[in-house]
């Protein structure tokens, strides 16, 4: 054999095998240094984002309503009374007075006391003149609450709205004497607050009064349409509206009074 051929395969064969052992020496090399390598260099720290605060929203106090539902003696409705009259209030939304006008008018002691009005007109067939009998009755007690609402109606809310006026009634409380407060209750049949604040006059009350007491000539038998009733009617609810109005003037006051003796005794 020529030595150079056998020179040239062995040659050959070294560096086919020096060039597979770089080879694989390179690769564990890189397989070995590359975690070593890894291992050297500073790794990141994941930082969680901060998560984000819910905003928190604080829910204002809810307004006091505008609507009371106190009673005198327990009994007595006094929805339309603002006690303290020196703290601005807002007015009454024409809304507030259609229901102010139905939580008076539907009160079980507005309608208890069309019961008992009934009977008593019953009693010698007197205002209205439908007769004797439980028919009778009945025509009378839907009266006594048709006289009621239609009035309230009238004054409350239709009136009171085109007018702009207050329904309610502002006490004015102790800060003034007694008999200034008991002319004070009784001017408020012609004297009421206006929707801005400022004083006017009763518009609302006297003419829807009036109107509620025109309309009762719709339903009420003809012998108690006459002037003489309707004069009759005008003097009951003034009165009743006076009284009312003095009630709700110093109710408080006695209120106090009595609730104070009862807890010293």
């Not at 054999?1 to 020496?25: E, F």
């Not at 939580?103 to 002691?109: A, E, Q």
């Not at 009005?117 to 609450?145: C, D, H, L, V």
Request: hydrophobic share 40%; charged share 15%.
């Amino acid at each position: 054999m020529k030595p150079g051929r056998k020179y040239g395969h062995g040659a050959s064969a070294a560096r086919i095998a020096a060039a597979l052992w770089v080879v694989c020496l390179g690769a564990n090399a890189g397989a070995a240094d590359s975690p070593a390598a890894t291992a050297d260099e500073p790794r990141e720290t994941l930082v969680p984002a901060p998560t984000p605060l819910a905003p928190v929203f604080h829910n204002p106090a809810p307004a006091p309503s505008p609507l009371s539902d106190q009673r005198i003696l327990g009994i007595i409705p006094d929805y339309q009374t603002v006690n303290d009259s020196s703290v601005p209030v807002p007015p009454l939304s024409p809304r507030q007075k259609w229901n102010l006008f139905v939580k008076s008018t539907l009160d079980p002691f507005n309608l208890a006391n069309a019961v008992l009005a009934s009977g008593f007109s019953q009693a010698g067939n007197q205002t209205p003149k439908y007769g004797e009998g439980g028919m009778a009755y009945g025509k009378r007690f839907g009266a006594a609450i048709a006289d009621f609402a239609t009035q309230s109606l009238f004054s409350g809310v239709v009136l009171a709205n085109l007018l702009h006026q207050d329904p309610r009634y502002f006490r004015r409380g102790p800060r003034s004497g007694v008999l200034k407060r008991i002319g004070y209750s009784v001017s408020r049949i012609a004297v009421t607050r206006q929707d801005s604040g400022r004083s006017a006059f009763n518009a609302s009350n006297i003419f829807g009064m009036g109107l509620g007491i025109a309309a009762s000539n719709v339903y009420y038998p003809a012998a108690s349409v006459r002037g003489s009733v309707m004069l009759c009617r005008i003097d009951t609810s003034l009165t009743s509206s006076i009284s009312g109005n003095l009630l709700s003037e110093f109710w408080p006051d006695i209120q106090r009074k009595l609730f104070h003796r009862k807890h010293r005794a």
